[in-house]
């Protein structure tokens, strides 16, 4: 009875284990998710800003960029 004490409680905590580490991948997911987006927002404000000043070239870079982002997450 003691062994089957010990498995079933093996098997709680690692059904515990897995809950808190599939909420803890969840999290990390969704926080990428979310800086990624504040990358390309950054990116096309800088971009938009840079050519209404005048400095095509930049503008052009930080397009280039922001669009590098976008293909290599999709």
């Keep these: 009875m003691t062994e089957l004490s010990y498995v079933a409680t093996a098997i709680a905590f690692t059904g515990v284990g897995i809950v808190v580490c599939a909420t803890f991948s969840t999290r990390a997911y969704w926080d990428a998710v979310r800086d990624r987006g504040d990358l390309l927002l950054a990116l096309f ?16 870079q930080a397009f280039g960029i922001a669009k590098a982002v976008q293909e290599r997450s999709a």
């Design 45 to 60: 404000n800088a971009g938009s800003s840079l050519k209404a000043a005048g400095r095509a070239e930049e503008a052009a």
